[in-house]
């Protein structure tokens, strides 16, 4: 059971734009940045959004996110078929002093 | 960029030292995170080091079973499992922690520690 809720996949065609939401607590997503990372099989995740609604250099704009009270969202415009992958988010929790993830939610791009 | 070493197989009750060396980066200057992940399951994270002054810590499930250390001469962090188990079987991840805003990146590899009998 993870301490972050995340669907467990979404799917959408071509194109389209598809969302994954990403729900806390006040000790974590509401004190804390969130950072959503994307996994493709077989290799190590890697940051497509950091303290909430940054992307780095090499992620395209397609890619956003957004954090509100105690939940977060990841958006993805335009999907492609290489963006089929899990995405999990990630954030500090102050009252179990650790970093808590999401359980990830796989992108299917039909 | 962080270099991890390679498989390891182990038998139950075995312990395990996986290492993580680091590079174009002052490394004190962030936290070393250890994250694994079990087969076909999520991210779980093990703990973190801060390289700087070497305190730790450890996720509750794995307190007294894990122990994080760094190496500052050789920018490397290791991450040390007892008592391993079948269901330590994972690959472990080790990535830059940015102390203030918790961000993991880069990642290594991962190291794949099998446990079997």
């Known amino acids: 059971q993870s301490v972050l809720t995340q669907p467990p996949s979404v799917s959408a065609a071509p194109g389209q734009k598809v969302t994954i939401s990403c729900s806390g607590t006040?000790?974590?997503?509401?004190?804390?940045?969130v950072t959503w990372y994307q996994q493709v099989p077989g290799t190590a995740p890697k940051v497509v959004i950091y303290?909430?609604?940054q992307r780095p250099s090499e992620i395209p704009d397609r890619f956003s996110g957004s954090k509100s009270g105690t939940s977060a969202t990841l958006g993805i415009a335009g999907l492609q078929t290489g963006d089929e992958a899990h995405f999990y988010c990630?954030?500090?929790?102050?009252?179990?002093?650790?970093?808590?993830f999401g359980g990830g939610t796989k992108l299917t791009v039909l | 960029h962080l270099v991890q070493s390679g498989t390891e197989v182990k038998k139950p009750g075995d312990s395990v030292i996986v290492s993580c060396e680091a590079s174009?980066?002052?490394?004190?200057?962030?936290?070393i995170t250890w994250v694994r992940q079990a087969p076909g399951q999520g991210l779980e994270w093990v703990g973190w080091?801060?390289?700087?002054?070497?305190?730790?810590d450890y996720a509750h499930k794995l307190q007294g079973r894990v122990t994080l250390t760094r190496d500052t001469p050789t920018n490397t962090a290791y991450m040390e499992l007892r008592s391993l188990r079948s269901d330590d079987t994972a690959i472990y991840y080790c990535?830059?922690?940015?102390?203030?805003?918790?961000?993991?990146?880069?990642w290594g590899l991962g190291t794949l520690v099998a446990v079997s009998s």
């Open positions: 174009h980066y002052s490394f004190t200057t962030y936290g």
């Open positions: 080091i801060n390289t700087k002054h070497g305190n730790t």
């Open positions: 303290e909430n609604d």
């Open positions: 990630g954030t500090w929790d102050s009252s179990l002093n650790s970093v808590v």
């Open positions: 990535a830059r922690l940015t102390i203030t805003t918790h961000r993991l990146d880069p």
């Open positions: 006040n000790s974590n997503i509401g004190s804390h940045y």
